[in-house]
């Protein structure tokens, strides 16, 4: 009872926390403190949303499909580098400072020379997003893998257990919490970066749309767009949060 009295809090309280940011927002607007033309109401927001419905629609179709296809690529990268550098420790020296040094360099100083080289199709956003999404998952499956426990990998060997078996039975489950913690950082470090990617090049696609509203200083189709944007995070991270529950029952039991 305690538990299920704590879960619909722990819901009820977010959703309050919006609705309340909403009402001051809405209030702040219309009551003409901030002129509608740099900060939109909410409901203005909300007409602009539904009048380019179908045209939101089409760009974010294209997002999604770049996000989740650097995503998959990233993960996958993220996921080889992490064992490889885990099995062989000369390539972790040799490779772990490189990995981090991609990370010093900002994302929108890489996004044009992306363009520059690669055109202006899909090719340098979904390069973008490998670039930003492999990182969180190869440093969180490097710190499972070597932080699993030494006297149970001690016994499979003594036992004659190869090395295949101790990273199927020991060290893999082991670091599947950090694998989702970290995917779900990945998760919306693609959708970003798709957005960022789109606004230096691109055809369609939700940052190519924001570029192109802003130029008419439409700001109510602008926050529209951030609203789809944060929908998509949140819609992947929750499909990432039941990936979790199907993989890892035996946290939901406990």
Known sequence: MIKKLRNTTSKILPA?????????????????MVSKFLLPSPLDVLKALVSDFPLLMVNAKVT??????GLFMGVAIGFLMAVFMDHFDKLYKAFYPL?????????????????LWFGYEMLPK?????????????VSLLDGFRSADQDTISLMRSM???????????KF???????????????????????????LGGFEGLGVYMIRVKKGFSFDKMF????????????LMWAVNLLQKRCMPWEEKS
């Open 224 to 235: 529209a767009v951030i609203f789809i944007i944060s929908a998509i995070s949140l819609l």
């Open 160 to 170: 004659g257990a190869t090395s295949l078996q101790i990273f199927r039975h020991v």
């Open 64 to 69: 999604v499909i770049e996000a989740l296809t």
């Open 99 to 115: 990995i981090v040094l991609t990370q010093t360099i900002p994302t929108i100083a890489i996004a044009p020379l992306l363009v």
């Open 16 to 32: 309050a926390a919006i609705l309340i940011i909403l009402a001051v927002w809405q209030f702040v607007s219309g009551a003409g």
């Open 126 to 138: 979904v390069i973008l997003i490998v670039i930003v999404t492999f990182f969180p998952i190869t």
């Open 173 to 199: 489950p082991g670091s599947l919490s950090q694998f989702f913690a970290s995917l779900r950082i990945s998760v919306s470090y693609a959708v970003v970066g798709a957005v960022i990617s789109e606004w």
